[in-house]
């Protein structure tokens, strides 16, 4: 491109002087797809995702749901995932021992 520099200069003056939230709408008007780029957090408290029941929260743990919603079928959160160090030594016990051990 020719004039990139100068194009890069002016989108950015422009782009400054709005938010990504105001930006993203004005975008979609005129056909231009977009939309502005969350953080995990924003993600997760977004009306969307709250919507589509997209985060599980059971007994202090946070998860992403399954996006396939069957409605006879539900997913569901059945068991927590162990904590950190939980079967440690239960997995280490069931090992063959190593040579010399």
Same mark, same amino acid.
């Given at each position: ?16 002087? &709005? ?8 975008l979609l008007k005129q056909g231009v797809p977009a939309a502005p780029v969350l ?46 160090? &939980? ?15």
């Amino acid at each position: 491109m020719r004039h990139r520099a100068e194009l890069h200069t002016a989108l950015a003056e422009l782009l400054s002087t &709005q938010t990504a939230a105001e930006l993203a709408p004005a975008l979609l008007k005129q056909g231009v797809p977009a939309a502005p780029v969350l953080n995990v957090e924003q993600l997760l408290e977004h009306p969307h995702t709250r919507h589509r029941a997209m985060v599980l929260e059971q007994d202090g743990y946070r998860a992403i749901a399954s996006p396939i919603k069957l409605s006879r079928t539900p997913a569901t959160l059945r068991r927590l995932p162990p904590s950190f160090d &939980q079967d440690t030594a239960e997995v280490a016990a069931s090992l063959p021992a190593g040579p010399g051990g």
